[in-house]
């Protein structure tokens, strides 16, 4: 822990020293955002940071979304190729105060693939 000292000196009299421990709190960290997506959906995920109590969401760009759970702010109804861009503020119990960090996630610009087969038996057509 660091100290601190103090001596103050009127007219060369110095005072007694006065020695004081200060507590230093840490900096919060910004949490490391995962983006889920389809074609029509993003979750912004991410794991809990220690000494982080709230999350706050700000879309800069796109549509809003919610809160599923502590760590998870999804947004639907998106077409194909669509972004959206989010700030996160992290806050805590610090004297630091909160922290913020920013991401943009692209929803999947193509469904995933589909096939059919289909063959003939005795002149009858079977697809499935």
């Given at each position: 822990?660091?100290?601190?000292?103090?001596?103050?000196?009127?007219?060369?009299?110095?005072?007694?020293?006065?020695?004081?421990?200060?507590?230093?709190?840490?900096?919060?960290?910004?949490?490391?955002?995962?983006?889920?997506?389809?074609?029509?959906?993003?979750?912004?995920?991410?794991?809990?940071?220690?000494?982080?109590?709230?999350?706050?969401?700000?879309?800069?760009?796109?549509?809003?979304?919610?809160?599923?759970?502590?760590?998870?702010?999804?947004?639907?109804?998106?077409?194909?190729?669509?972004?959206?861009?989010?700030?996160?503020?992290?806050?805590?119990?610090?004297?630091?105060?909160?922290?913020?960090d920013t991401i943009k996630c692209y929803t999947d610009n193509c469904p995933p693939p589909t096939a059919e087969f289909g063959?003939?038996i005795d002149k009858t057509t079977v697809s499935f």
């Amino acid at each position: 822990m660091p100290n601190i000292e103090l001596q103050v000196t009127n007219q060369s009299c110095p005072s007694d020293t006065l020695k004081e421990m200060i507590m230093v709190d840490p900096e919060l960290d910004n949490p490391s955002v995962i983006c889920d997506v389809t074609e029509s959906e993003i979750d912004f995920n991410w794991m809990p940071v220690p000494n982080v109590n709230d999350y706050q969401v700000n879309v800069l760009q796109g549509s809003t979304g919610n809160f599923n759970g502590f760590n998870h702010y999804i947004v639907g109804g998106l077409n194909p190729g669509d972004s959206i861009t989010i700030e996160i503020i992290s806050s805590g119990n610090t004297a630091c105060g909160p922290v913020a960090d920013t991401i943009k996630c692209y929803t999947d610009n193509c469904p995933p693939p589909t096939a059919e087969f289909g063959f003939d038996i005795d002149k009858t057509t079977v697809s499935f």
